[in-house]
T-cell receptor
């Protein structure tokens, strides 16, 4: 069973700070990596995806991928109370992307 | 509006009574998938489909069936629901060419008594 590990949190950060969310995965051949945001009672919403080692930035969000360490992270700069949600890490399987494994999610709380 | 729709949104049923949860997308996506979400276990993939008439098992397929007769629809069938299938179910879709960046439906909360 391929695994995707996340700390369930909650991770509390003050408004305006950088929130750092981390994820490790077990399948060394995985090729696609995603971050979804899920507000309470709502469906997951894709916020970032990354396929290559390094950093990818989109607005206040930066995804970082290190395949050698099997590690992917999400940084949220200038955190806002509206960023309070659960962040799900998802990994596409090696050899394709048909099967996707999700982590349990990290709950982020941004304190005003 | 591009969207994934699911029906019903809420369902309470009894053990053994067959039910179907429908999923439809209007984005011409080839890939569709069903997940269940349970506290402490996260999202787990039940079945997925790469295109019409092409389906495959995810991580937790036991007790579920799917079919993909049309590109836009991907119903989830519980032939004989049991209480351990009480969960929040999500349907998702994506373009094959996109690398599986999935769009999720609003969810169906199922309770089996």
């Amino acid at each position: 069973q391929k695994e995707v590990e996340q700390n369930s949190g909650p991770l509390s950060v003050p408004e305006g700070a950088i929130a750092s969310l981390n994820c490790t995965y077990s399948d060394r051949g995985s090729q696609s990596f995603f971050w979804y945001r899920q507000y309470s009672g709502k469906s997951p919403e894709l916020i970032m995806f990354i396929y290559s080692n390094g950093d990818k930035e989109d607005g206040r969000f930066t995804a970082q991928l290190n395949k050698a360490s099997q590690y992917v992270s999400l940084l949220i700069r200038d955190s806002q109370p509206s960023d309070s949600a659960t962040y799900l890490c998802a990994v596409g399987e090696s050899g394709g992307y048909q099967k996707v494994t999700f982590g349990i999610g990290t709950k982020l709380q941004v304190i005003p | 509006e591009a969207q994934v729709t699911q029906n019903p949104r809420y369902l309470i049923t009894v053990t053994g009574k067959k039910l179907t949860v429908t999923c439809s997308q209007n984005m011409n996506h080839e890939y569709m998938s069903w997940y269940r979400q349970d506290p402490g276990l996260g999202l787990r993939q039940i079945y997925y489909s790469m295109n019409v008439e092409v389906t495959d098992k995810g991580d937790v397929p036991e007790g579920y069936k799917v079919s993909r007769k049309e590109k836009r629809n991907f119903p989830l069938i519980l032939e004989s629901p049991s209480p351990n299938q009480t969960s929040l179910y999500f349907c998702a879709s994506s373009l094959v060419s996109s690398g599986n960046e999935q769009y999720f439906g609003p969810g169906t909360r199922l309770t089996v008594t």
